[in-house]
C-alpha cells in the first residue's frame, strides 16, 4: 500500500499567482481531509469529504480557497489568488471509517510545504 | 474549539518518563493521538472512546475521563525514537458518533535525550 500521495512535495510561488495541491488517497477510504499546519495555529482542517461528496467546509479560510474531489481517488485544493499568509504544510489524510471507531484514525500524507513570496 | 495541550514542551533523559495531558471545552465522544517527527507526516497512535478506557501500546499509554473532559499520554521508560511533537485530536460528541474531522491541540514537543 502506497499511502496517502501528495504533490508536490514543495510549492514556491509569487502572491497573486494559483496554487494547485494535490492528494491521492489509499484506495478504499471513504473520508479524505484536508489539514493546514502553522507554527501558530498548528493543524487545523479546512474541509473533509465523504465519499467524494462535501460534509463540512468550514474551516476553509476565505473565498480563495476552493477544494475539489471530482473521484474517490483524486482530490484537490487550490488558492486562488494565493496570499504570503497562505503558506504552510498542507497535509491531506484519509480515513476508512467503514467499521466503527477503530477505523477512524487518519493517514497522513507527507504534506505539501507552500511558500508564498 | 481547540483543544488545549500541557505542557508545551518536555526535555528528558533517556529511561524518563513523561505526561502529556488533552483537555477540551466540549463533551467529547473520542480522543485521538498523533506522533509527528520533524519534516514528517503525524502518525497516529491511538484512539480512545467515551467510557473511560486506557490503552497502551507498547510503552506508551493513554487514559480518557470523558467526564472531566480530558485525556493523558504516559510515556513510560521514554527512548529518543519517542522524540517528536505529540497532538491530541478530539471529537465532540454532538454531531454523533465520529462523523466529524477531528480538532488537534497545537502539540507537545518531546525532547528525549541520551
Known amino acids: 500500500d502506497a499511502g496517502v500521495i501528495q504533490s508536490p512535495r514543495h510549492e514556491v510561488t509569487e502572491m497573486g499567482q494559483e496554487v494547485t495541491l494535490r492528494c491521492k488517497p489509499i484506495s478504499g477510504h471513504d473520508y479524505l481531509f484536508w489539514y493546514r499546519q502553522t507554527m501558530m495555529r498548528g493543524l487545523e482542517l479546512l474541509i473533509y469529504f465523504n465519499n467524494n461528496v462535501p460534509i463540512d467546509d468550514s474551516g476553509m479560510p476565505e473565498d480563495r480557497f476552493s477544494a475539489k474531489m471530482p473521484n474517490a481517488s483524486f482530490s484537490t485544493l487550490k488558492i486562488q489568488p494565493s496570499e504570503p499568509r497562505d503558506s504552510a504544510v498542507y497535509f491531506c489524510?484519509?480515513?476508512?471509517?467503514?467499521?466503527?471507531?477503530?477505523?477512524?484514525?487518519?493517514?497522513f500524507g507527507s504534506g505539501t510545504q507552500l511558500s508564498v513570496l | 474549539q481547540q483543544p488545549v495541550q500541557s505542557p508545551q514542551a518536555v526535555i528528558l533523559r533517556e529511561g524518563e518518563d513523561a505526561v502529556i495531558n488533552c483537555s477540551s471545552s466540549?463533551?467529547?465522544?473520542?480522543v485521538h493521538w498523533y506522533r509527528q517527527k520533524h519534516g514528517e507526516a503525524p502518525v497516529f497512535l491511538m484512539i480512545?472512546?467515551?467510557?473511560?478506557e486506557q490503552k497502551g501500546h507498547d510503552k506508551i499509554s493513554a487514559s480518557f475521563n470523558e467526564k472531566k473532559q480530558q485525556s493523558s499520554l504516559y510515556l513510560t521508560a521514554s527512548q529518543l525514537s519517542y522524540s517528536g511533537t505529540y497532538f491530541c485530536?478530539?471529537?465532540?460528541?454532538?454531531?454523533?458518533?465520529?462523523?466529524?474531522?477531528?480538532?488537534f491541540g497545537k502539540g507537545t514537543h518531546l525532547i528525549i535525550q541520551p
Open positions: 466540549k463533551a467529547l465522544y473520542s
Open positions: 489524510a484519509s480515513s476508512p471509517r467503514d467499521g466503527g471507531p477503530v477505523n477512524e484514525k487518519l493517514f
Open positions: 485530536g478530539t471529537e465532540p460528541t454532538i454531531g454523533g458518533g465520529g462523523a466529524d474531522g477531528l480538532t
Open positions: 480512545l472512546l467515551k467510557g473511560g
